[in-house]
């Protein structure tokens, strides 16, 4: 699975933004997805989960009730709509992917990284 991961932007504090994560491969209903972020100095920490099927859903007590994670298996894409952009939202953002819903939980060696995009949220 190849995963690319796109929506990041320029957003004054209070806005919005859609990140995509665009997988490739057959077997991506297989597999439970996670966004992370890292900001500069920090070490990344994750953000939100959901599983193959969409049925489940998780989130960092920092986004809970701003962000929501989604999935549509049919266009191989996890969205992250971010709302109510704080300047602390400010990283770059991954998404990644694992045949365990637990391992994408505990951010604990996932299968596949995409590439991050750059989420930058101004005060």
């Known amino acids: 699975v190849q995963l690319q991961a796109s929506g990041g932007g320029l957003v004054q504090a209070g806005g919005s933004l859609r990140l995509n994560c665009a997988a490739s491969?057959?077997?991506?209903?297989?597999?439970?997805m996670g966004w992370f972020r890292q900001a500069p100095g920090k070490e990344r920490e994750f953000v939100a989960a959901?599983?193959?099927?969409?049925?489940?859903?998780y989130y960092a007590d920092s986004v809970k009730g701003r962000f929501t994670i989604s999935r549509d298996n049919a266009k191989n894409t996890v969205y992250l709509q971010m709302n109510s952009l704080k300047p602390e939202d400010t990283a770059v953002y991954y998404c990644?992917?694992?045949?365990?819903?637990?391992?994408?939980?505990?951010?604990?060696?996932?299968?596949?990284w995409g590439k991050g995009t750059q989420v930058t949220v101004s005060s």
């Open positions: 990644a992917a694992d045949k365990s819903y637990s391992v994408v939980l505990r951010d604990d060696g996932m299968d596949y």
């Open positions: 491969g057959r077997t991506f209903t297989s597999y439970a």
């Open positions: 959901i599983s193959w099927s969409g049925g489940s859903t």
